[in-house]
């Protein structure tokens, strides 16, 4: 991405499973695990749903209906506008250097997958809005999923 070239499916496959593996690891210190990333595309989403699966030694998702004090897996999916994706990307390139450039915001977005109604572990947030209020929207879900966990 520094190069100005978009990550592949396979560029990203590696690191979306150490990410969920590191996630599900940590939670054996702890009781709640955020792990924050761009998981863009249906199909990364369900290397961390298939992590957890297998964490929770269930090999039918579609039959389990009860909480059974295994991991729960819940997206929150925060949603912008790719004017104001390539806007903050900008910003954060020039007060942090980070490495993927403005250019690249087009390619995120070609290949993002909003979640559906068939991915009800996705909780969408809007946030074409000010820092604070993605803040504060995103611990009210949090805070809603904790409620019921």
Same mark, same amino acid.
């Given at each position: ?10 560029? &990203?496959?590696?690191? #979306? ?8 690891e940590a *939670?054996?210190? $702890? ?14 989403? %369900?290397?961390? &749903? ?8 269930? %090999?039918d @998702?579609?039959v389990?209906?009860?909480?059974t ?5 819940d997206?929150?999916f #925060? ?9 903050l990307? @900008?910003?954060?390139?020039? $007060? ?7 250019? #690249? ?13 068939? %991915?009800?572990?996705c909780h ?8 604070e ?6 611990? &009210?879900? *949090?805070?809603? #999923?904790?409620?019921?966990?």
């Amino acid at each position: 991405m520094a190069a100005g070239v978009p990550l592949t499916d396979d560029d &990203r496959a590696g690191w #979306l499973a150490n990410l969920a593996a590191a996630g599900i690891e940590a *939670l054996s210190e $702890s009781s709640l695990v955020v792990v924050a990333c761009s998981a863009l595309k249906y199909k990364y989403r %369900e290397v961390f &749903r298939t992590a957890v699966d297998k964490a929770n030694n269930v %090999e039918d @998702r579609s039959v389990v209906l009860a909480d059974t004090g295994n991991i729960q897996l819940d997206f929150i999916f #925060l949603y912008m506008s790719q004017k104001k994706a390539k806007k903050l990307v @900008r910003a954060r390139a020039l $007060s942090t250097g980070h490495f993927m450039p403005a250019s #690249l915001v087009s390619s995120q977005f070609d290949i993002l997958e909003m979640p559906n109604e068939k %991915e009800p572990d996705c909780h969408i947030f809007d946030s074409n809005v000010g820092v604070e209020e993605v803040k504060d929207g995103t611990l &009210r879900i *949090l805070d809603a #999923l904790l409620a019921h966990a």
